[in-house]
């Protein structure tokens, strides 16, 4: 069974809850309307027959009603409230004088039943042919001897008729209303969707080749606006992944194809020349080197690859970063010096973070490896450490050939080159500064970047210190051992 659309079952719903709820009013106020029908009748069949009460006279062994005829009002009440009316010796049970409609009605009790009414006097309703009759009875006292039954009765034809009435109307007001209002539900329904199908063609027609495209916003800024906002935030950030994922695979094709390209050419000129076995050993060596480059290459993907799919666990220990920088500058001290460069470590006192010391020694390592090949014989480069507030901050400075303002912003994304043509000239497939990146952001931390070209460069790292309050803990303290060889 196809399932009802969101338009029908806001319908259903809505017509369900107003039937339940007219249906609930309405029989309310049909029970409220019967209840005062029904005490109103027995207020006035009270009153006319506690009036009525006060005309009774037993005169000469009789019983009659004494009034003034002459008093319009005495006598239309007198005739009114004598419209049903009985009265029965109750030492006989006789009856001794009853109204006209009564006798026509041909309601009368018998002497055992007047007995039973005279000990029972709660009122009484009668079904006849004009309907029910409710009788109230009392008992006249004429005498020490003497005592009448008196029965007065008032038809509740008019108020069962205009309870009826009223159920009746319920009955054909509520459906047809029911149906009105679903009606117009339905439209307001309609009209309250209409954004929603518009945002779904309008996502509809957003494939891969058009991320670019953005679902239309109202103005309005309600709910279906931040729906839309959502969407767009997400499509921008979907874009941003399609285009990265674009650019990786361009650059890894093309990494992998310059030294798979060179191999081939090589392997080739030395089958078709005649070469001597010296000859093979260089083109074999020259072949090696290429496989430990991209045998590189393929490790630092992998190792990327993992640390953005999260397999990658961190570890959470107290890391002295001054004595971590002092050590890996004097390993690196020699290889400056071999490139003519100076390296300087400016000393520190004694700083303390929390994180995991290998994937720190990356960091440094990295940054001290990138500032050597980008910086010219007799260049110099320092390494400085300090605390400044609740963060740890690492700069390392060089005198180097700078990036470019607009390549900045990229310097950080797999793969990207400031200078394509000094690729030839410099070892490293653009890697190291992604892991930089991500491993900085593992640490809560933050790297920046500040360049002009020709003048060098400064990157600051800056790390939160060992117990600054306020800082979320990392989720795991086991840490994966990975080679500080420099990406």
């Keep these: 069974m196809r399932p009802f659309s969101l338009r029908t079952r806001l319908t259903l719903y809505y017509s369900l809850i107003l039937a339940i709820l007219l249906a609930g009013f309405g029989f309310l106020a049909y029970r409220s309307l019967t209840l005062r029908l029904e005490q109103s009748s027995n207020e006035e069949l009270d009153e006319r027959a506690a009036a009525l009460k006060g005309f009774l ?47 026509l009605l041909g309601i009368q009790p018998s002497p055992s039943e007047v007995r039973n009414l005279a000990q029972n006097l709660k009122p009484a309703d009668i079904e006849t042919t004009q309907g029910v009759i409710r009788f109230h009875q009392g008992v006249f006292h004429a005498g020490p001897k003497q005592a009448f039954l008196i029965r007065v009765g008032i038809s509740l034809q008019a108020a069962r008729m205009a309870s009826n009435e009223f159920l009746r109307g319920l009955l054909v007001l509520i ?28 996502a509809r027609r957003i494939d891969i080749e058009r991320l670019n495209e953005r679902l239309p916003l109202r103005g309005t800024r309600d709910e279906l606006d931040q729906l839309a906002q959502a969407f767009n935030h997400t499509l921008a950030r979907l874009e941003d992944a399609v285009g990265q994922m674009r650019q990786f695979t361009a650059s890894v094709s093309h990494e992998l194809r310059t030294p798979l390209t060179a191999m081939r050419g090589e392997a080739e000129v030395a089958l078709l020349e005649a070469q001597s ?59 400056a010096a071999s490139s003519q460069i100076k390296l300087q470590v400016q000393p520190a006192e004694s700083i303390v973070i ?16 990138n500032a050597i090949k980008f910086t010219q014989e007799g260049g110099r480069i320092e390494v400085s450490m300090a605390a400044e507030g609740q963060d740890a901050v690492l700069r390392v400075s060089d005198t180097g050939i700078g990036i470019p303002t607009e390549a900045q912003p990229h310097i950080f994304e797999r793969f990207y080159r400031a200078e394509p043509s000094r690729s030839k000239q410099v070892e490293g497939v653009g890697l190291g500064l992604a892991l930089v990146k991500w491993i900085v952001d593992r ?10 070209a020709g003048e060098g460069s400064c990157f600051t790292v800056r790390l939160p210190l060992a117990g600054t309050a306020g800082r979320p803990s990392m989720t795991n303290s086991s840490a994966t051992v990975l080679p500080t060889s420099p990406l």
């Design 277 to 335: 076995v010296e000859n093979y050993r260089r083109v074999l060596a020259s072949q090696l080197e290429e496989l430990d480059r991209l045998t590189q290459m393929i490790n630092q993907l992998l190792t990327l690859a993992r640390a953005e799919a999260g397999e990658i666990r961190l570890g959470e220990n107290p890391v002295d970063l001054s004595e971590l920088v002092a050590s890996l500058g004097e390993q690196m001290e020699p290889v």
């Design 57 to 103: 006279r037993f005169r000469n062994g009789q019983l009659s009603l004494v009034f003034n005829a002459n008093d319009p009002e005495e006598a239309y009440f007198v005739h009114n409230a004598t419209k049903f009316y009985q009265a029965f010796d109750l030492r006989s049970g006789e009856l001794v004088a009853q109204s006209r409609d009564l006798e």
């Design 175 to 202: 459906p047809v209303g029911v149906l009105l209002v679903a009606l117009g539900g339905w439209q307001m329904a309609r009209s309250a969707l209409r954004p929603i199908r518009d945002l779904a063609r309008a």
């Design 354 to 369: 929390r994180g995991d010391a290998e994937w720190l020694e990356r960091v440094v390592l990295n940054l001290l490896d």
């Design 443 to 452: 640490h809560r931390g933050r790297i920046e970047v500040e360049s002009r």
